[in-house]
Nanobody, 126 residues
Framework: QVQLVESGGGLVQAGGSLRLSCAIS????????MGWFRQAPGKERECVAA????????YYADSVKGRFTISRDNAKNTVYLQMNSLKPEDTGVYYC???????????????????WGQGTQVTVSS
């Protein structure tokens, strides 16, 4: 059973930064493509960033390009989401997701990820 545990959420003022972490508890982390999704109140869950198993290819939603950075440390079984220049519209629950990599690219849709963390709340005040 693959378990994902997120940490690093919290309350921050607009313009501030947060770093989310997600650790995988079992399996070979380097064989998984990873993604970060967020769900704002009343909205659908959307992919904000994704990274392939090697860390060589990344995806960002247009709304976060230039502000968020996804990275992974396969030696620590951890994926990170560095969030800078945060805006109130970045508020939501952030979820980490994992999928066994069947090819070398990233995965950016909900349906491609069978494993999910419990979510961590990020609140950006104006």
């Amino acid at each position: 059973q693959v378990q994902l545990v997120e940490s690093g959420g919290g309350l921050v003022q607009a313009g501030g930064s947060l770093r989310l972490s997600c650790a995988i508890s079992s399996g070979t982390f380097s064989s998984y493509a990873m993604g970060w999704f967020r769900q704002a109140p009343g909205k659908e869950r959307e992919c904000v960033a994704a990274i392939n198993w090697r860390g060589s290819t990344t995806y960002y939603a247009d709304s976060v390009k230039g502000r968020f950075t996804i990275s992974r440390d396969n030696a620590k079984n951890t994926v990170y989401l560095q969030m800078n220049s945060l805006k109130p519209e970045d508020t939501g629950v952030y979820y980490c997701a994992a999928a066994r990599a069947a090819y070398t690219g990233y995965y950016s849709t909900l349906a491609e990820y069978p494993y999910w963390g419990q979510g961590t709340q990020v609140t950006v005040s104006s």
